[in-house]
């Protein structure tokens, strides 16, 4: 059924086997009449359509809480057999199937390592799920300003600078909690940072949305290597954004004795369900199988892709892809080769109006636009004809709907400075709140997240006192015609402030 060929690594176990997929099978075949949840019954009551979309044999095979199943939280079957073949894999000291995406990972990574009131050293370009593992945690952030890519208009990479002054000035935080990669395929110096942190008896704790596929690129020199081999304590990886398992599956991998894993797998077990789909853990187990047997390959021909992309679009009059020529004008430590920039600033185009010609004109649809990119992710799916399709379209875009080189100035990343922390995210969270409008809102506490998407990095979080040059700068991004999240007025004429005591 599966390529029969030993992976091309030094694993001992077998790496060919997928024991949850296989104990689905089985308990699917043994027949056995169904008095037990989910409702549909493997699939006898499925409605037409949930047959269509998830076919009778996914029906049959979507049950759980068997015995030979195996439980999430406390795994001793197919799971912990499953897990084990993940951390082997990856190189972690233990690793654990996550059904609520990276969110719920970093969110269990979080809660499983600090205590309330911890001090956590965190990017100002942090995801928002950081900010809502802080606000359950009721940990206390300090926000280290990331390197901001003035051409390009978007935030860089965590410097080693920044981080040592952040310990320095904070000798009695816990942990850092890193974005690495970034969104956009930027990797600082993470081993750098790792060591500055564990020198001064604190966690490195990794947000590694997007770097589950790095593993399979370490034999390429130019990639940046993975976070578990950098030192980093524990790692959140988000499998499903790059490789090849169900949406919304992700890996929480261990990578030292300083954490405690089973502290962590309990805040897992509080923060998942206690039914989880056994198609989701099924999907990781497979898209481990398939990385073991395949990712090396590839992994290569992905990059090769992007590099030949990033070539070919360079040629284009008016793009620029970047390449590592970004080394040496910024401090990225390593690009991802995957991950295609493209730099609109040449042709006067708005991201968020590029995406839309290339989707409704041309039917390719980018990861995400900023006011002045455009990102588009090759995965190990990708192929030549793939690769070839989004050069085409990007020399229309260029041709047919350019506005001139210039026109349009690079929007700098106004909205990422490190404002005042009044009070604890959880504080706020939990504390008294008030709508006031928002132009009247400077010297306020914000009592609510303020996220624009993409990159879903919060422009203002609660705790957070708000200023002038916020507002002005949300105005802008709105302006730009980017989607906001969070706030309980989306059209942010109003917004949640902590009510000042009287
Ligand atoms: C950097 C980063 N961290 C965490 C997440 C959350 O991942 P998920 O969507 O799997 O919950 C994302 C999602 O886009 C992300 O970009």
Redesign the pocket.
Known sequence: MFEDTKPKSNCKLNQNEAPISEAMDKYARDGALAFHTPGHKQGLGAHERLKRLITHEGLRQEVSLMEELDDLHEPSGCIKEAEALAAELWGAKDTMFMIN???GA?HAMIFGTLQPGDKVLVPRNA?R?IIGGIILTGARPVYIQPEIVEFLGIAGVLTVEAVRRAVEENPDAKALIA?YPT?YGMAGDLQAIGDILHEHNMLLLV?E??GAHLKFAQHIEEMPKQALDLGADVVAQ?T??VLGSLTQT?MLHIGSDRVSGERIREAAAILQSTSPNQLLLASLDIARLQMATEGRNRLERAVELGNWLREEINKIDGLYCVGDEILDSTDTFSLDKTRIIVNLTGIGLPGPEAELILRHEYKVQCELSDNNNLLFIISMADNEDTAHRLLEVLQLLAQNHGRGRGEKPVVPVDLLTANEVAVSPREAFYGPGEMVKINESAGCIAGETVTFYP??VPVLCPGERITDELIKAVRKQQRAGMRVVGPADSTLEYIKIVKPSP
Request: glycine letters at 12%; zero cysteines.
């Open positions: 995406g990276t969110t970093i995801h799920s974005v969104y947000d949305a997007h988000s499903h954004k992700s990159p879903g």
